[in-house]
Structure formats: C-alpha cells, structure tokens
C-alpha cells in the first residue's frame, strides 16, 4: 500500500494574519515542484481566512489547531466543524498534548470532535503520545492504545481508513529531543497493528501515521524512511520557511 506522505506544520500560537500570510506566500515558492508529498499549514484561528485567500487553488492545505462538536451554540470562545469547512480547513488537529496539558482536552472529547469534524467533511489530525514518566515506567504501548481506543471509539473503518494518526511523544515536542527512527517506527507499528484490529486490514493501511516531535531537516529523513511512518506533524521547525520546506524536501 502506497501511502502518500503529509507534513504538517503545527504554528501554535504564533503568527499574526499578517505574518501568515507572507509565510505561505515564500513556502508555495520554496516547495514548489515537490509533488509526491501533501503539504499542510495550521495557523492560528484569526489567520485562517487571510490565509485560506492565498492558499485558494494551491497544493498547501489549511488545518485549524481545535474545534468545537457543535455545529453552532451557545459556546463563548468556540470554533465549530462547520465554519472551518466553509472557509476552506481540509484538516483539524485534535487532542494535542498542549490542549490535553492546558485545556483538559480527553480522549472523551477528542471522540465527540472527530465525529464532528468528519460529519463535516474535515479530516482529524489525531494525536497521542506519551509522557516521558510514563515511557521510563514501561507504559508507552498501553497509554497509546488507550488513546486510540477512545479518540476512535466507534468510527466507520471507511473513515478512519481517511484520518491521519500523530505519533507525538510529550516529552519529544519542543524540547530539541528526537524519538530515534526505530522508537518512532515500533510505536507507529503497533498503533497500525490497534487500527487493524480494531477497524480491518484495509483501514490500517491507508490509515496515515505521523511522527511529531523536534522535526527538523536533518532528522527527517530517518524518520520518514521507516516503514510506518507517513509524514510528520512539526512544530518549531514549521515556523520558518527554510526548516519547513527543508523538511518538505527531505520527505519528497
Ligand atoms: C508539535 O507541536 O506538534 C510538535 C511536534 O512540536 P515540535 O516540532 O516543536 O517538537
């Protein structure tokens, strides 16, 4: 099964309107011509629009860093699947460990929201990923199936066949630490091995498994080059034009 690789750069909150835009502006030209890998931008809510102008017609996609189930409500400060798909969002990032960190964001919750999104037409971004304590305990296989039994709990095959899965582990993102290529790979296996279990053979292989945490050009490769991994969710490095298109190119 040939899977086409996604990098998706995660900006946080970072970046006015105004700055978004200019950045997706020089990163269509500083990735132009690389056309066997889907490039993915996620800027903050009040860029989306501005930056959705610009991306019109282009081989970038736009994500949104949350949402909200709802369609729409009585929800003061929330987002929801429906305006993200009218103003052009093909993908929504779900359960960050930032959101699970700060904002009490569930397994629970994430499972209302990819509902949601997928209802709407938007692919979930879905993350998990271990903490440093609980990889030195040993519990890095069981924290991670417990977050895809309950972030995909109940999902159509056909649709989680659609989703993207980020491997992030916590004490990976922001801290210039890398998981090594095979710690990546046998995390990344056994999620797809959970998906073929859980939803069928067919889902587990088109199902797309990034890794996410300290991605940058000179590790990309390595990474990407393992079996099971898709792509890469990027933080930092996703915040300049010439680490971001550095890690397109690596992967294309
Ligand atoms: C992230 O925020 O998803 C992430 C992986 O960050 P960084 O690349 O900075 O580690």
Redesign the pocket.
Known sequence: MVRQPIIAG?W?MYKTPSEAVEFVRRLQEASAGVDNVEIVVAPPFPALVPVAGVLAGSFIGLAAQNMFWEAEGAFTGEVSPVMLAEIGCRYVILG?S?RRQYFGETDANVNRKAWAALDRGLVPIV?VGESLDEREAGRTEKVVTAQIQGCLAGLPADAVAGLVI?Y?PVW????GRTASPADAQEVSARIRALVAELFGREAADRVRIQY????KPENTRALISQPDIDGA??????LKVESFAGIIRETG
């Open positions: 995660n946080k960050h930032e993350c980020a992030e990976a993102i922001g801290t996410g945490g300290s991605v969710l990027v933080g930092g490095a996703s």
